[in-house]
């Protein structure tokens, strides 16, 4: 495969999409011909960058989160040093709880702490469902200055948090491994849960759609730790959740549905009405590619850790991802989970470098 210039008439008669108006990474979505793999990095912000640091220095945290113009410079010096496809808008998964009800801080080095978890059927009184949109009106201004500073050929993201990793921080009260107390409540008041997941579903769906509004090109949706449950509990407690997610937003809206963790999922995530499903490094691609329908994208793949090695090893690392993912319609090169924080931001540059001249 051959990168013509824009406009060649050979691309043209090869039947390769190239619209100029509409990014390359959404064109990958909709799983059409594109004339080079889009590339992007989760966490492709974030502490692994001197630029980010110094930012930080000076703000913390969730203020950054809230701080429109700064947080659309954060995620352009970072697309602009990586020279990657697409800008994910900065910002985190867990403010949305705030106007839900919980009291979120992020403690320096902790990660994320909520002070008033939910545990049990009276703490449902005090959660509220997002219907009034104002407490999230610094995110989509978020989306409109991101979208305002990044070139218009590449796409801007837009997300949130699924349902049941959402779920998980507001219950087990701070990050988790192993989402015991999460999973043991499922168990023992599903009514609770039930009733939770549906309020958590219904005001995603509305931030999303109104990120969508404000002029993101697509949505990512953050399951993150949808790996620690068994197929078992995926189905009965988390999967009606996410499609009643996916049934409210508005139609033709191209969402990638990222989960991690658990190759046994991918049977139940595959007949999702989502345009991608995220791959990450603990499922192997080529049964991603036979478990998926060939109308649903795929994204991702190589293990963060890669990034640690050295410049050869990267790229026998990417040429092997590459080369599986030939010919299929619809890939996405991302990693499997986001970049390291230990991560030599050359390493990084180069990787993407390297994905988008590859020629096999
Ligand atoms: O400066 C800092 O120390 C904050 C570190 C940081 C950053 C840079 C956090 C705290 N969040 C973010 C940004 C962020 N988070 C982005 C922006 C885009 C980018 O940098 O490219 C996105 C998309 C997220 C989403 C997010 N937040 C996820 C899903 C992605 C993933 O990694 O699975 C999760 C799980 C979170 C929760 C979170 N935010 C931050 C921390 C330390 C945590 C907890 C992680 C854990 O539980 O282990």
Same mark, same amino acid.
């Given at each position: 495969?051959?990168?013509?210039?824009?406009?060649?008439?050979?691309?043209?008669?090869?039947?390769?999409?190239?619209?100029?108006?509409?990014?390359?990474?959404?064109?990958?979505?909709?799983?059409?011909?594109?004339?080079?793999?889009?590339?992007?990095?989760?966490?492709?912000?974030?502490?692994?960058?001197?630029?980010?640091?110094? $930012?930080?220095?000076?703000?913390?945290?969730?203020?950054?989160?809230?701080?429109?113009?700064?947080?659309?410079?954060?995620?352009?010096?970072?697309?602009?040093?990586?020279?990657?496809?697409?800008?994910?808008?900065?910002?985190?998964?867990?403010? !949305?709880?705030?106007?839900?009800?919980?009291?979120?801080?992020?403690?320096?080095?902790?990660?994320?702490?909520?002070?008033?978890?939910?545990?049990?059927?009276?703490?449902?009184?005090?959660?509220?469902?997002?219907?009034?949109?104002?407490?999230?009106?610094?995110?989509?201004?978020?989306?409109?200055?991101? *979208?305002?500073?990044?070139?218009?050929?590449?796409?801007?993201?837009?997300?949130?948090?699924?349902?049941?990793?959402?779920?998980?921080?507001?219950?087990?009260? *701070?990050?988790?491994?192993?989402?015991?107390?999460?999973?043991?409540?499922?168990?023992?008041?599903?009514?609770?849960?039930?009733?939770?997941?549906?309020?958590?579903?219904?005001? $995603?769906?509305?931030?999303?759609?109104?990120?969508?509004?404000?002029?993101?090109?697509?949505?990512?949706?953050?399951?993150?730790?949808?790996?620690?449950?068994?197929?078992?509990?995926?189905?009965?407690?988390?999967?009606?959740?996410?499609?009643?997610?996916?049934?409210?937003?508005?139609?033709?809206?191209?969402? !990638?549905?990222?989960?991690?963790?658990?190759?046994?999922?991918?049977?139940?995530?595959?007949?999702?009405?989502?345009?991608?499903?995220?791959?990450?490094?603990?499922?192997?691609?080529?049964?991603?590619?036979?478990?998926?329908?060939?109308?649903?994208?795929?994204?991702?793949?190589?293990?963060?850790?890669?990034?640690?090695?050295?410049?050869?090893?990267?790229?026998?690392?990417?040429?092997?991802?590459?080369?599986?993912?030939?010919?299929?319609?619809?890939?996405?090169?991302?990693?499997?989970?986001?970049?390291?924080?230990?991560?030599?931001?050359?390493?990084?540059?180069?990787?993407?470098?390297?994905?988008?001249?590859?020629?096999?």
């Amino acid at each position: 495969m051959t990168t013509p210039p824009s406009n060649s008439p050979s691309s043209a008669r090869a039947g390769v999409s190239r619209s100029s108006d509409v990014p390359l990474l959404v064109r990958a979505l909709r799983c059409q011909k594109v004339e080079r793999v889009p590339v992007w990095l989760m966490r492709q912000a974030g502490r692994y960058m001197e630029e980010y640091r110094e $930012v930080r220095r000076k703000t913390d945290f969730l203020r950054l989160c809230k701080s429109p113009a700064l947080c659309a410079e954060v995620m352009a010096t970072a697309v602009d040093r990586l020279g990657v496809d697409a800008a994910i808008i900065f910002s985190d998964l867990l403010p !949305i709880l705030e106007p839900l009800g919980f009291e979120l801080t992020y403690a320096p080095g902790d990660g994320p702490i909520i002070g008033n978890p939910l545990r049990e059927p009276s703490d449902l009184t005090r959660v509220r469902e997002l219907t009034d949109l104002a407490p999230m009106e610094y995110q989509f201004d978020v989306v409109r200055q991101t *979208r305002r500073v990044i070139p218009k050929e590449k796409a801007v993201i837009g997300f949130a948090g699924a349902p049941f990793t959402l779920a998980g921080y507001a219950i087990e009260g *701070r990050s988790s491994r192993t989402f015991e107390r999460t999973r043991a409540l499922m168990r023992s008041e599903p009514s609770l849960w039930h009733d939770f997941l549906g309020l958590i579903a219904r005001s $995603v769906a509305r931030v999303v759609n109104a990120q969508m509004a404000a002029g993101a090109d697509a949505l990512q949706l953050f399951d993150s730790w949808a790996g620690v449950l068994t197929p078992e509990e995926y189905r009965t407690y988390v999967l009606p959740h996410l499609r009643s997610l996916l049934e409210r937003l508005t139609p033709g809206i191209p969402v !990638i549905y990222f989960w991690t963790g658990n190759p046994a999922l991918l049977p139940l995530i595959a007949p999702l009405k989502v345009a991608c499903v995220g791959v990450d490094h603990r499922v192997r691609l080529d049964d991603a590619i036979n478990i998926l329908p060939p109308t649903t994208a795929l994204q991702g793949n190589m293990a963060p850790v890669v990034l640690l090695s050295d410049i050869p090893t990267i790229r026998a690392e990417v040429k092997k991802i590459l080369d599986t993912a030939a010919g299929r319609p619809g890939y996405i090169f991302n990693l499997g989970h986001g970049v390291l924080k230990q991560t030599p931001v050359e390493n990084a540059i180069e990787l993407v470098r390297f994905v988008q001249n590859y020629r096999r």
